[in-house]
């Protein structure tokens, strides 16, 4: 069965650095890039960018160029999404999902809340 | 920012059919980019309704379908029922950012 599974929910100050991951299961994860999704409390889908974890190449949404950092490792089947300095707007929920180019996010993870308060 | 238009909400009485379009341009659904929706239901992660423009995955049922047309396409929800009350959100790629791009999406409400 193909899953995705996300790390759990974070609670950080602004100014603090952040790093959530995104495991595969049940599928060969160097196939299929992994998209991360972003929902702000109230809000719309959006996508962040993706990173096609057999070579580790990235592609990011203009939204979100410079402020993220996404990686991965694919002797472990796992994807991350990082911040250097959290700021309180980043507080979401974020969702990793399995997609080609051009192509449906066929499966997601369940998602991590991230919450940026002082 | 959201490249993909969608009306905020539409209802409907159970039972009803409702639809929700999704309007794009000539470097997303205009180009000949594929249309997939999704349901958000409160609490969950996305889960994919309708790929390909009008294709159901399996276990999806056949009061969901999708049609494409130009720069527009539209998800409709016959028999409306009282679980169908959550976020719809279209998407596509767009060739001029590159990237994928998701509608500005719609609440479905069962009156």
């Known amino acids: 069965e193909v899953q995705l599974v996300q790390s759990g929910a974070e609670v950080k100050k602004p100014g603090e650095s952040l790093r959530i991951s ?13 998209s991360w999704v972003r929902q702000m409390p109230g809000k719309g889908l959006e996508w962040m960018g993706r990173i096609d974890p057999s070579d580790s190449s990235t592609k990011y949404s203009p939204s979100f160029q410079g402020h993220v950092t996404m990686s991965s490792d694919k002797s472990i089947s796992t994807a991350y999404l990082q911040w250097s300095s959290l700021k309180a707007s980043d ?27 002082s | 920012q959201s490249v ?12 009803q059919r409702v639809t929700i379009s999704c309007t794009g341009s000539s470097s997303n659904i205009g180009a000949g980019l594929d249309v997939h929706w999704y349901q958000v239901l409160p609490g969950t992660a996305p889960k994919l309704l309708i790929f390909g ?59």
Request: hydrophobic letters at 30%; charged letters at 15%; a negative charge.
């Open chain 1, 91 to 117: 507080t979401a929920m974020y969702y990793c999902a399995r997609g080609l180019w051009g192509s449906d996010f066929d499966y997601w993870g369940q998602g991590t809340l991230v919450t940026a308060s």
């Open chain 1, 22 to 34: 995104c495991k595969g299961f049940g599928y060969s994860f160097t196939n299929y890039w992994i």
């Open chain 2, 4 to 15: 993909l238009t969608q009306p905020p909400s539409v209802s409907g009485a159970p039972g």
């Open chain 2, 53 to 111: 423009n009008s294709h159901r995955p399996s276990g999806v049922p056949d009061r969901f379908s999708g049609s494409k047309s130009g720069t527009s396409a539209s998800l409709a929800i016959t028999g409306l029922q009282a679980d169908d009350e959550a976020d719809y959100y279209c998407q596509s790629y767009d060739t001029s950012l590159s990237g994928y791009v998701f509608g500005t999406g719609t609440k479905v409400t069962v009156l």
